[in-house]
């Protein structure tokens, strides 16, 4: 199982770009990498999907080297309603995606 | 707009009841998924569908079953609740996984928030 490390929490300021790196040393051939946020007493929801190089939308960012076995989500110029959990996932061969911690980013003004 | 809608927004129930929380999605996905999330665990996936009739465990069944009789519905009952099983409960959706198609997005429900007393 490709399994991920994520920092468990980041602060940052309004305006300010925030980077989120995440580990998975494991990742397979097939896996995609996806990125959610998750709103206090919402559930997650999509952000971004990549595979390798970079990614960008009108949320986001998501960098991925070469080896694959790391992935960089760039949150450009930050506002207080970006602050969430934010989770790195790897796709596996079956069905589900495993879900951590995540990173808890605080905003402030 | 596609949804995912969960039943109950908060319940409480006592110890010892048996406990459905319904799940419903109307964007016809085959896979299903009920996840728990507790302060600094995360979500730890209890049980998914891929297909009606089908289950598989997750990460932490026990105490758990679920139910899929149609494609758009997945319910998770607690056969027997318990205070440990106090929790945000989270159900999901997601088309079948396609390999090097860019398609893993999971949809979430709101949330049921369940207290066990």
């Known amino acids: 199982l490709a399994k991920t490390t994520q920092p468990i929490s980041m602060d940052s300021y309004e305006g300010q770009e925030v980077n989120i790196t995440c580990s998975h040393n494991n990742i397979a051939t097939n896996d995609y990498i996806t990125w959610y946020q998750q709103f206090p007493s919402q559930g997650p929801r999509f952000i971004i999907q990549g595979y390798k190089t970079k990614v960008t939308n009108e949320v986001a960012s998501l960098f991925i080297p070469a080896d694959r076995k790391s992935s960089t989500l760039s949150l450009p110029r930050v506002s207080l309603s970006d602050t969430a959990v934010y989770y790195c996932?790897?796709?596996?061969?079956?069905?589900?995606?495993?879900f951590g911690a995540g990173t808890t980013v605080t905003v402030r003004a | 707009d596609v949804k995912v809608t969960q039943s109950s927004r908060y319940l409480v129930k006592r110890t010892g009841e048996k406990v459905f929380l319904e799940c419903v999605q109307d964007?016809?996905?085959?896979?299903m998924f009920w996840y728990r999330q507790d302060p600094g665990l995360g979500l730890r996936l209890i049980y998914f569908?891929?297909?009606?009739?089908?289950?598989e465990k997750g990460d932490i069944p026990e105490g758990y079953s679920v139910s899929r009789e149609k494609k758009e519905r997945f319910s998770l009952i607690l056969e027997s609740a318990s205070t440990n099983q106090t929790s945000m409960y989270l159900c999901a959706s997601s088309p079948p996984q396609q390999p090097f198609v860019v398609n893993y997005g999971y949809t979430f429900g709101s949330g049921t928030r369940l207290t066990v007393v």
């Open positions: 569908s891929y297909d009606v009739k089908m289950k």
């Open positions: 996932l790897v796709g596996e061969d079956d069905y589900k995606l495993s």
């Open positions: 964007m016809d996905h085959e896979n």
